[in-house]
């Protein structure tokens, strides 16, 4: 099972990135993919998720309006839209798998699954 994530890169306050993140090795039809970031010194918080089956979407209030998560079945690929960014947006960002199902949308542990990293710097 792999995960790759990729769009980081620096941008200025109120520019717009977004990032992907391409599943392959099994079928991820009934699991919640979710976005989480990390800034330095800060704890790992929870951003966005989405079902591959359908379903809600789950965005953090802190960036609620901003950004937008989006799936490509076809393409078993799962995108985080951000616009307006803000330069506390600078993190770490990880693209996660999780099969416990939408109950556990931003519970970090419940996500079998990570990606690495891609660095999103937003320069005031």
């Known amino acids: 099972v792999q995960l790759q994530a990729s769009g980081g890169g620096l941008v200025q306050a109120g520019g717009s990135l977004r990032l992907s993140c391409a599943a392959s090795?099994?079928?991820?039809?009934?699991?919640?993919m979710g976005w989480f970031r990390q800034a330095p010194g800060k704890e790992r918080e929870f951003v966005a998720a989405?079902?591959?089956?359908?379903?809600?979407?789950y965005i953090t209030d802190s960036v609620k309006g901003r950004f937008t998560i989006s799936r490509d079945n076809a393409k078993n690929t799962v995108y985080l839209q951000m616009n307006s960014l803000k330069p506390e947006d600078t993190a770490d960002y990880y693209c996660?798998?999780?099969?416990?199902?939408?109950?556990?949308?931003?519970?970090?542990?419940?996500?079998?699954?990570w990606g690495q990293g891609t660095l999103v710097t937003v320069s005031s």
């Open positions: 090795g099994r079928r991820f039809s009934s699991y919640v």
């Open positions: 989405i079902t591959w089956s359908g379903g809600p979407t």
């Open positions: 996660a798998a999780n099969s416990y199902g939408s109950s556990w949308y931003d519970e970090g542990s419940k996500y079998e699954y």
